[in-house]
């Protein structure tokens, strides 16, 4: 983005409580010459007296016209002539230069959800997500003088952030040492806030916050990735099974080893950690056989 060729400043106001009293002054004051002239016998004074008075009346009036009211949350971007003369953020009742103009721009916290975006992750797998973003305007001049129309700028740049987040990062990561939209939602979330600051920064906008709303593979492809991930949770429950029963196939080697209980050969530990794997691995009850003769007959 461009480095901002203006900033904000705070523009040249007074407390309009001590504007309005002397506009009303000066009103009252152009209407007692006006009665004043009406009442006058002598046709000159009386001429002069009444076109003194519209002229005060006038003047009073156009000097209220610079009185603008700001509540909280609030703030107008002051302009003479075309040119940005600050921005006034003290709420209440103030007064500038009646010449100026004043735009209003709010300074609340506001939400943005992008719609649901249906892109493509680092593998190719088309994905649907969405997200909300919390902003404020920062920077009132180059909210007003930077972009055409913040809020759309705002709207159109989350969009292209979310769009790029997702190309960038699988859904669900093949190595486990990878980032993914879906195992990694704090760190993809804390790079989205970056990528976002970065688009946004030129328009005077601040985030404040970025999550995903929503997140999951396009219809198409959501049955045959769900079958994915159960034969994922599958494997990986049967990769912890193995390991468990080879960790007590070792431990119970070892304690008959320790106490003498039976003379294992190669070939009966064999056997041993054979049965013992398929009674600690398998899915149904084990049957009991009784050997009524030798291992070696």
Known sequence: MPAP?????????????LALLLGLLGTAAGAVLIVAGAVSASTGV?????????TVAVLALFAMSGLNMVAPGEARVVQLFGRYRG??????LRWVNPLTTREKISTRVRNHETAVLKVNDAYGNPIELAAVVVWRVEDTAQ?????DDFLEFVSTQTEAAVRHIAIEYPYDAHDENGLSLRGNSEEIT????????????AAGVQIIESRFTHLAYAPEIASAMLQRQQAGAVVAARRQIVDGAVGMVEAAIERITEHDLVELDQERKATMVSNLMVVLCGERAVQPVLNTGSLYQ
């Open 5 to 17: 060729r203006v900033t904000e400043f705070p523009a040249h106001s007074i407390g309009g409580g």
């Open 87 to 92: 921005t006034i953020r003290t709420d209440g």
């Open 46 to 54: 009386k001429v002069a007296l009444i076109i003194l008075g519209i």
């Open 190 to 201: 804390e790079k989205l806030g970056v990528e976002l600051h970065a688009r946004v920064e």
């Open 143 to 147: 909210a007003s003088f930077e972009v």
